[in-house]
């Protein structure tokens, strides 16, 4: 260890485990979120005098929020039969790099459907929301087109 009159922390970049340190290129060019560990936290708090306000702007996350990719889905509905709920089948496609092909695969959503509008095989929009069951993430949001009724 080093003692913390030392400027052991410059230079370096946190990763959020203490174990993990990368030089602050490196940081940068992969662009790392640095966030203070509890062991950091508590040296600021021992020695604030040994950390800058440059330092501790490394450390304000406030800014950054994670992107949210597919919030809404289209799928076509395979099962009604619970209350209130609604399992959607939505396709989508993802490129194999090695061959450099598309993939068809398909994923099954349960989605929440209040008003219990919508039938078998219709094609549906679900979007994200908070979990509302065990196994629900989705809401129900419209329906695109109808099914075809027996």
């Not at 936290?41 to 021992?46: P, S, V």
């Not at 993939?103 to 549906?124: I, L, P, S």
Request: proline fraction near 7%.
């Amino acid at each position: 260890g080093c003692s913390p009159g030392a400027n052991w922390w410059r230079g370096v970049a946190w990763l959020p485990s203490p174990m993990f340190r990368l030089p602050l290129a490196a940081a940068r060019a992969a662009r790392v979120v640095a966030r203070p560990t509890a062991h950091q936290l508590a040296g600021f708090q021992a020695y604030p005098r040994l950390f800058s306000d440059d330092l501790l702007s490394k450390f304000d996350t406030s800014h950054h929020v994670p992107p949210r990719h597919h919030t809404e889905m289209d799928g076509i509905v395979v099962s009604d039969k619970m209350q209130k709920t609604i399992n959607v089948a939505v396709t989508r496609y993802r490129v194999v790099p090695k061959y450099n092909k598309r993939q068809r695969y398909t994923r099954k959503f349960m989605a929440h459907d209040e008003d219990e509008e919508c039938r078998m095989g219709d094609r549906v929009r679900i979007k994200m929301s908070r979990p509302i069951s065990k196994k629900k993430r989705f809401s129900f949001v419209r329906i695109l087109e109808r099914g075809q009724s027996l």
